[in-house]
């Protein structure tokens, strides 16, 4: 089933361009809508008129994944999150999926967009956030930023969560190059119970068919340069998805979670680049503080080969 192309946008949501490559950024979660390169889209987005069925596209923050029983303790008191994820019991991808963002700057090929986290009684922290998406030579980039702007320092995790494919190929017709040493393992609910080392065959690249994951990768199999890439693979090109350094994981979510008879269900691959794993809030596990004032700053990617 084809992906979505945006036909109407509205007055927050802008077109980006650049040679052969077209892209469509959102207001709301600073959310990549669209992506393609030539006729051939490999971002699974939305329709006009539609939600994002599965935070498509946002930006995640200041926790990516789940948080159990939207709960977690900091200098020794309870804090409390809103559950927005009742069937689970959790609190999922943080404050900013449906907030609207602000546009700070924009050219043909480029644009920045900002939102701010306020203070709030499960989250006592004030943070700046931008999000910069691009089209380059070398593809789709999009760069992160946080600002500390409150008076303590702050624990935050941010992730994205966009979903990459090719149209005239379900997800059981791709390969999956995933370089990673250690999966997470879940209950029921989603909620991690453990670790396992990761499928080796994933590093040497395996075939889809068959294989459901919502599942999180940590260490990583570094480049030279610190970062991380997966591959997906059909028989009509590569997709090569990067993380810099500062992404210490990926979730990788293969849209099993869709009725069989949505046309969603298996059509595209969640490829969730993360600086922490679930429950980061109440683990501490590669958290990233940030004293009043400071900034921490990320970047990843995508480039279609063949």
Same mark, same amino acid.
């Given at each position: ?69 939207? @709960? ?80 303590? =320092? ?51 690249? @395996? ?7 919502? =599942? ?21 090109? =590569?997709? =090569? ?66």
């Amino acid at each position: 089933m084809p992906f979505p192309r945006p036909a109407i946008l509205t007055d927050r949501e802008w077109p980006l361009a650049h040679g052969a490559q077209r892209a469509v950024v959102a207001a709301r979660g600073g959310a990549l809508r669209s992506y393609q390169v030539g006729d051939r889209a490999l971002v699974d987005g939305w329709a006009d008129g539609e939600l994002p069925p599965a935070f498509n596209g946002a930006v995640l923050a200041p926790w990516p994944n789940r948080l159990r029983g939207g @709960r977690w303790h900091h200098e020794g008191r309870e804090l409390r999150l809103p559950i927005t994820e009742p069937d689970r019991g959790a609190a999922l991808h943080g404050l900013v999926v449906w907030a609207d963002w602000n546009l700070f700057d924009r050219r043909p090929d480029a644009l920045t967009l900002g939102c701010r986290v306020p203070a709030q009684p499960g989250y006592p922290f004030e943070l700046a956030l931008r999000v910069r998406w691009s089209l380059t030579e070398a593809g789709l980039r999009c760069d992160l930023a946080v600002t500390n702007t409150g008076t303590g =320092t702050c624990p935050f995790g941010i992730g994205a969560h966009p979903f990459f494919g090719f149209e005239q190929h379900a997800v059981d017709e791709l390969t999956l190059t995933l370089p990673a040493r250690t999966a997470v393992t879940t209950d029921a609910r989603l909620l991690p119970t453990g670790r396992v080392p990761a499928d080796p065959a994933l590093a040497a690249g @395996r075939g889809l068919a068959g294989l459901a994951l919502d =599942t999180a990768f940590t260490d990583l199999e570094r480049e030279p340069d610190g970062g991380s890439r997966l591959r997906l693979a059909s028989g009509s090109g =590569t997709l =090569t998805v990067w993380a810099d350094g500062a992404f210490g994981w990926w979730q990788v979510y293969t849209s099993d979670a869709f009725d069989p008879g949505d046309p969603r269900y298996r059509r595209s691959v969640a490829l969730e680049p993360m600086t922490c794993g679930p429950d980061a809030l109440n683990t501490g596990e590669d958290l990233v503080w940030l004293a009043p004032g400071h900034s921490w700053s990320g970047s990843w990617g995508a480039r279609l080969h063949g």
